[in-house]
Structures are given as structure tokens and as C-alpha cells.
């Protein structure tokens, strides 16, 4: 997929899936273990859900490629995998797209941030982003999706690695509070603008809380860039059970609902993160559509 194409798909309201880690989840993964080799040996778990996707209206599924990266890849001692691990992923989606559906490959944050005392340094960020991004773009993803991202600088890492080893979108989403706050400094506006001046062709916020705390957020990004908006928020807020587990409130009627209200305050590139299922992709496609 070319930049431009991107463009003119995110002028008609572009349809992106919904959740894939709480869902996992729900079909049996346990906590802690390395979620990649966990999907690759439950193929047809993934496969399942991503084509519950496409059929409830996905126009873009997200590769199960979320923590690829070599840092997090090596918590679990599997970096030497890191090419086979990707490739596999990117496999699993690209047997499901075709026909107006396309494969974003997924990265996130390392979990560390880019500071001044050089723990972890902007040149660290876009070596990891930069071999991540060669393989999936050798994988045959057609777009990026940075999401999840907790910190501006690195995220700017992701644009400029995605930038020099390929020419497809990238779209880029943090996570922030309902006032538009990100959690290691500085808030989704400024993001937003600085992300558009480095390159991004998309820029937004997933995750996070519903879609129903996030129009005055979505609404001063639109005000602030010229390129698509993203909104993929989760299916409100959770509340823990006595089992430890997320539970969400949100209903798919009521979800499609709030993020028809953010689409006429801006967004055009939707979907939902945490909590959210086919349903609500198919409600939110329906409402919409």
C-alpha cells in the first residue's frame, strides 16, 4: 500500500479490528508467557478471531507482531528468533487479507523510556524499530501500526526507522488519560503534531479508556493536524473480578454509538482495543456504513 492510498482509504472512514490480547486471553493463553510463540503454536485460535474480524467489517487486521522486538523478545531468551517469529505472524494474517483487506504490521513500546541520563537512548529505539520493521516489511505487511506507545521521543524513533528501510504508512496511536495525558510527559496534541512533522500519515490514540471519554481529545488532534485520525479505544473502563481478571462494561450498541460521536468530531481510521470483539467491529461497521 503507497502513502497515498492510505490517504484516500482514511477519507471514506477506514475500519480497523478490535482486540486481539483480551480475547486471546479468553481462549486460554495464560499471563507472562511470551505471547508470539504462544499464537504461532495456536494457529488457528488467531486465525479465528481475525477472520471473525474481517467478516464483522475490518478493512485492516492488525499481525499478531505486538512485542516482536528484540528487547522484549529477549525477556523470554528468544531474540535469535525474532525473524522467524515475525515472518510466521505476518503469514498467519496475509492467509486471511486480499479483497480490500490489508495487514498492518504491529509494534509497540519497549516499555522503557528515552531520557536524559541515557538508560535508553533514541539510537537504541530505532536500531530495535529498524530491524522489527525490515522484517515485517520483507513479510509483506501493506501499512505499520505503532499503538500502545507511552513516549513521544520513542515513538518518533518508530516513524524515522519505518522511514529508512521502507516507503509504506505508518500509523502511530498513544496511550493517554481521558484528558489527553501520556503517561511519561506531554499529552496526545503535541504528539500528534510532532508525529505529522516527522512523517507519520496517521496519528491518533488506542487503548486507554472508551470511546465516550475521548471526544475532546479527538476532536483537538483533528484541530491541530492535516493527516487522518486514528481512535481504537478500549470497551470502557475495566473493573478487576476476584479472579484477577478485566472485565468491561461497555456494551458493542453503546460503543459503536460513542465512536460514531468521535468520527463526527474527527476520526477517520477506527476500531477498538481492549475488551472489544467482532461484535463490536461488526456494530461499529454498521452504524457507520
Known sequence: MTKEEFRKLA?????????????????GMPRGICTETWVIDHKDIIQDLQRAYIKAGSQVIYAPTFGGNRLNLEKHGLADRIKEINRTLVSYSKELAGNGVYVAGDITTSGSFITADGDYTYAEAFDMYQEQIRILADAGIDLIAAETMINIEETLAAVDAAASVCDLPIMCTMTVEADGSIFSGGNAIEAAVSLEAAGADAVGINCSVGPDQL??????IRENVSIPVIAKPNAGMPVI??????VYSMHAGDFARHMKVLIKNG???VGGCCGTTPAFIKALHDIIR
Do not use: C, P
Open 215 to 220: 471526544v475532546s481529545v479527538v476532536r483537538n
Open 241 to 246: 473480578d476476584d479472579s484477577g481478571n478485566a
Open 267 to 269: 476520526a477517520s481510521v
Open 11 to 27: 477519507e471514506q472512514t477506514l475500519i480497523l479490528d478490535g482486540a486481539t490480547g483480551s480475547n486471546l486471553m479468553a481462549s
